[in-house]
């Protein structure tokens, strides 16, 4: 299935003009799939957001899925932290990335849904987006507890 396809049978809500998915939600919707199917040369970040009385965005920790034609993690991760070296990027961020970003090596149009479940799950289960989110939040509300089913992400 298409992924434009799979966010189109996904309930969305507005927040400023933009369209914002439940994590929870896209990440059961793949659990029925086998495989996301993209077109050639596409290319998709999710914005993860957690939205509970108050938006917090988590715009370091976004998923990108994309389709190319030679391999190119590197020079995604030296492109996002503006370092010239893999060997200047600290180990935790050269860790973070790569369950946050997905190829799909041309003339492959596929990817495994269970891949794109991999990169959710991280963001889901990762404590330092718990810990992100629980630091925002606690500073106007001391008993916040952080609840997975109100992170939300959008699609840039």
Not at 18 to 33: A, D, G, S, T
Not at 49 to 74: K, R
Request: aromatic share 10%.
């Amino acid at each position: 299935m298409e992924l434009m396809t799979i966010l189109s049978s996904l309930n969305s809500i507005n927040n400023h003009n933009e369209k914002l998915y439940n994590l929870c939600e896209m990440r059961e919707c793949l659990n029925k799939l086998t495989k996301v199917v993209m077109k050639p040369n596409e290319h998709f970040e999710f914005v993860p957001y957690y939205i509970d009385n108050a938006t917090y965005e988590l715009y370091w920790c976004g998923l990108t899925i994309i389709s190319v034609t030679i391999p190119s993690e590197e020079k995604y991760i030296l492109e996002k932290t503006g370092k010239e070296k893999l060997a200047d990027v600290p180990p935790e961020i050269i860790e973070r990335e790569k369950h946050l970003y997905l190829e799909i090596i041309q003339p492959t149009t596929e990817i495994l849904a269970s891949s794109v479940i991999g990169c959710i799950d991280y963001i889901r289960t990762s404590k330092e987006v718990e810990d992100a989110i629980t630091n925002a939040y606690r500073e106007k509300n001391e008993t916040f507890q952080f609840n997975e089913n109100y992170l939300f992400f959008a699609i840039h």
